[in-house]
């Protein structure tokens, strides 16, 4: 199938399922106020000066044009007057001279004070939205449509950044109609009215238009993070090198471009219903105020109030469409807006208190895992036991079980059955924060986090202030010591050659996170494949190390090679699923089976 039609399916099939397609005319409304609420009691909280000075300057910047008919008004009727006086004629005009000048400097004025204090929400609310991402379970990280809300919820802050000033702008507008309306209002009524009428059709386009957006919006989001995450494939230094070195950057390009298609033409249908609605709005906008100035010929006002009337519906007409612009903005940004809300709210707080703890006993009896939509189990009745002072490995082929069971243990993917018991307590008993501070867990895909030394072993620990000597003893105990000694900062090294820091070889990377576990200092210790990019002599000591440390906690490594397992206190051996052997390095090297099976040619060589 062409990429078009590709293109064209994905649209076609994520409009379907758009969660928001169901959203009535007036629960939009609803949640349009929803949002402007919560906008100004934000910027209320968060930037109380500026939004003040937004306020005032949007209310006195509403009244100008009603007092520009009004000035124009009394303008000509002192000229049309049988003995105009030079002095009033004079006040009068300087008057309408002022406040025609003053409209655009206090419009500009308005939008720089709410723009400032959308600043200081975007602070606020990026500061929230990281605090609930870094509050996230590591389930609810590894479900695609966590990501999704979360790329949501970052898209909708600038956007939300923009309420209280819509909101402000949309009161001014809407006075500024009201004391047109008023204005005209004194000498035909019925031009006045029209003029008030003339809003509807630019709210009722901007609500149809808001609502469409809303639909649209979120398959477009999805397809904009599947581009930008392919985008980061390029550009980021480990996998734009690989690609680069492969010479296949340009597969990945044209997955950038595909996506980029795609949005180009869902942006395309939106903007097209947008460009109707808009359209219609306009026309209907334009014969209403046209109609008002026809009412005022048919009732004979007289050429000065025609005149005054005529530059009042030229402003109105500005004031209405931003009326409408500022409406739709808020009712489009309320979806978003939800988003942000659902994903802020629903994070568990942090909770910088539970810190690590020892443990005495830890027990998996009988667990089993099967992920959705997979057709068997990935671990089966697997059952362990390891207490204090204990190190015990895992070993199997890969696709054997082992990361699934550690992520048992974890909590981070659902057992169908089976428990885990921490000193005696389920694991289903403990909180997500009491869980983790347990555990010290270094992932084969560990983070290379390109900050400073310090920061980058300081993560290790979720709390308190960290000593100097405390990062110095766990770099000496992964071998690392003399390396960041001899660093042009010492600790306070930045990482990273694209910030202009320091390059670590891919097993200097490994040595830090595991410093990382040695800082956490954790009661459980699960360590997978801890030295995998380590060359052979400092693995030597690393396992040393583990091995001298070990008293005060549980150790369990996941490990490949056979030479690492020679000290351990137990070796569970896994295959598809199950442990079908348990025992020391020895009793499982004395016996046939399938440990033999997997290490032998190491062992031979
Ligand atoms: N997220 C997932 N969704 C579906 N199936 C999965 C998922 N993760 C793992 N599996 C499957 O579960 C089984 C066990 O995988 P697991 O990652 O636990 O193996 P492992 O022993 O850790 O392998 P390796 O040595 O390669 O790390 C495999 O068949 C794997 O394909």
Redesign the pocket.
């Given at each position: 199938m062409p990429v078009s039609m590709c293109a064209e399916v994905a649209v076609s099939r994520s409009r379907r399922v758009s969660p928001s397609s169901d959203l009535s005319f007036r629960s939009a409304i609803a949640v349009a106020a929803r949002t402007a609420r919560r906008g100004l009691r934000d910027a209320a909280g968060q930037a109380r000066r500026w939004f003040l000075v937004a306020g005032l300057l949007t209310l006195v910047h509403a009244l100008v044009p009603p007092a520009e008919v009004w000035l124009l008004k009394a303008l000509l009727e002192q000229v049309d007057s049988p003995s105009p006086q030079d002095a009033r004629l004079a006040i009068t005009l300087a008057g309408l001279t002022i406040v025609v000048g003053l409209n655009f400097s206090l419009g500009y004025l308005a939008l720089s004070a709410s723009q400032r204090t959308g600043f200081r929400l975007a602070h606020h609310y990026r500061s929230r939205l990281a605090a609930a991402a870094a509050g996230l379970h590591p389930r609810q990280l590894?479900e695609a449509a966590t990501n999704t809300r979360l790329q949501a919820a970052a898209l909708a802050v600038d956007r939300m950044t923009r309420v209280p000033g819509d909101t402000l702008q949309l009161v001014g507008t809407a006075l500024t109609s009201i004391g047109l309306c008023a204005a005209i209002f004194g000498f035909s009524a019925a031009a006045g009215i029209l003029v008030l009428s003339a809003l509807l059709p630019t709210v009722l386009a901007m609500t149809f238009i808001a609502r469409s957006e809303s639909v649209g919006w979120p398959p477009i989001a999805a397809v904009e993070r599947r581009s930008t995450y392919a985008m980061e494939q390029l550009v980021q230094q480990r996998t734009g090198s690989e690609l680069a070195l492969l010479g296949s950057g340009h597969k990945v390009a044209s997955l950038v471009s595909q996506t980029q298609r795609q949005k180009m033409i869902m942006l395309d249908r939106l903007i097209a219903i947008d460009m109707r609605w808009e359209s219609a709005a306009s026309a209907a906008t334009a014969l209403l105020l046209a109609a008002a100035l026809v009412s005022m010929i048919i009732t004979d006002v007289g050429a000065a109030l025609a005149a005054a009337a005529v530059a009042g519906i030229l402003s109105g007409l500005s004031a209405i469409r931003f009326t409408g612009f500022a409406f739709g903005n808020i009712v489009s940004t309320a979806p978003q807006a939800e988003a942000y809300a659902a994903v802020v709210g629903t994070a568990e707080p942090d909770d910088p208190t539970s810190g690590p703890a020892t443990v005495g006993r830890l027990t998996a009896e009988a667990v089993s895992?099967s992920?959705?939509?997979?057709a068997?189990w990935?671990?089966r009745d697997v059952s362990l036991t390891v207490e204090k002072g204990e190190v015990i490995a895992?070993v199997?082929?890969?696709?054997?079980?082992?990361?699934?069971?550690?992520?048992a243990i974890l909590g981070v993917?659902e057992r169908q059955s089976g428990t885990i018991m921490i000193d005696g307590i389920s694991a289903d008993d403990l909180t997500h924060a009491d869980l983790l501070s347990r555990i010290g867990l270094l992932t084969?895909e560990f983070g290379r986090y390109e900050f400073r030394v310090r920061d980058v072993v300081a993560l290790g620990r979720s709390a308190g202030e960290v000593a100097d000597e405390e990062l110095w003893s766990a770099l000496r105990s992964v071998g690392l010591a003399e390396l960041v000694a001899s660093m042009p900062d010492g600790l306070d090294t930045q990482l990273g050659q694209q910030w202009g820091g320091v390059g670590l070889s891919g097993g200097q990377w490994q040595r830090l996170a595991l410093a990382r576990i040695h800082l956490r200092d954790a009661g459980i210790w699960i360590l997978?494949?801890p030295t995998s990019a380590v060359d052979a002599e400092a693995e030597r000591e690393i396992f040393a190390e583990l091995q001298r440390t070990k008293g005060n906690r549980i150790t369990i490594v996941?490990s490949?090679r056979a030479w690492t397992l020679k000290g351990m206190d137990r070796i569970y051996v896994?295959d598809?699923?199950r442990v079908v052997q348990v025992g020391s390095y020895d009793e499982l090297l004395s016996r046939a089976g399938r440990f033999a099976d997997l290490f032998a040619e190491q062992l031979s060589g």
């Open positions: 590894a895992v992920y959705p939509d997979a068997g990935a671990v895992l199997g082929a890969n696709g054997a079980g082992k990361t699934t069971t550690v992520n993917v084969q997978d494949e996941v490949h896994f598809r699923g």
